[in-house]
């Protein structure tokens, strides 16, 4: 079975532009979580997204925003791009359906925001 | 709010050597707890897990942990080291819905396998 797959792996923006970023869940798996992961704040949920309906949301800025679409796959977006947000990007997968389980993992997309 | 603290940003251990990772976590109701650890240029992975239970977990790559709810603790262990274990470890609470929909994360403990 496929792992989780994120695109792109790597991206280089400027400050002020938007970014989209791409997440294929595992096969069968519902429930797409993102996570920005940066030296400074560590791993921090940006939200969640299960069956097309944000389910959770973390504590960040309007400019983060995100959804999913009917074949599970999920896109987050980031517009007007600041320094800041120079950051892994992290998506995890899981069958979403109410059991207790683990999140799986994509291998991230690093964003360098210039 | 919950939070986890991971006290070690780094850890040296020589090959062969025991290791423990601790963490303490801050969350009202029973935790759903779990450890990842993840390599250079890579995702996370899930070492284990404990919802309930038994309060010795056993996991993968030969990693076991033990939930102490009188001391909020879930730290991480491992009788014998391999170089291969080398990598950054992440302990994290789970809330919401089966208790993994939302994790928080600690800052993680960065472990160094000298030979």
């Known amino acids: 079975k496929a792992g989780v797959t994120q695109t792109p792996r790597y991206l280089i923006k400027t400050r002020g532009q938007q970014v989209t970023l791409s997440c294929s869940p595992i096969s069968g798996h519902r429930s797409v979580s993102w996570y920005q992961q940066t030296p400074g704040q560590g791993l921090q949920f940006l939200f969640e997204?299960?069956?097309?309906?944000?389910?959770n949301k973390g504590n960040f800025p309007g400019r983060f925003s995100g959804r999913q679409f009917s074949n599970s796959r999920s896109e987050m977006n980031v517009s007007t791009l600041e320094l800041g947000d120079s950051a892994l990007y992290l998506c995890?997968?899981?069958?979403?359906?109410?059991?207790?389980?683990?999140?799986?993992f994509g291998e991230g997309s690093r964003l360098t925001v210039l | 709010a919950q939070s986890v603290t991971q006290p070690d940003i780094h850890i040296t251990v020589s090959e062969g050597a025991s290791l423990e990772l601790r963490c303490n976590y801050s969350?009202?109701?029973?935790?759903?707890l779990f450890w990842y650890v993840q390599s250079p240029g890579q995702g996370l992975q899930l070492l284990l897990k404990?919802?309930?239970?038994?309060?010795l977990v056993q996991g993968i790559k030969g990693f076991e942990a033990e939930f102490k709810r009188s001391q909020s603790s879930f730290n991480l262990r491992k009788p014998s080291v391999h170089w291969s274990d080398a990598a950054e470890y992440f302990c994290a609470v789970g809330e919401g819905s089966g208790g993994y929909s939302t994790l928080t994360f600690g800052k993680g403990t960065m472990l160094l396998v000298s030979p």
């Open positions: 995890a997968s899981s069958p979403g359906g109410g059991e207790t389980g683990e999140l799986f």
């Open positions: 404990y919802f309930s239970g038994d309060t």
């Open positions: 997204y299960f069956s097309e309906t944000q389910r």
């Open positions: 969350y009202g109701a029973t935790p759903y």
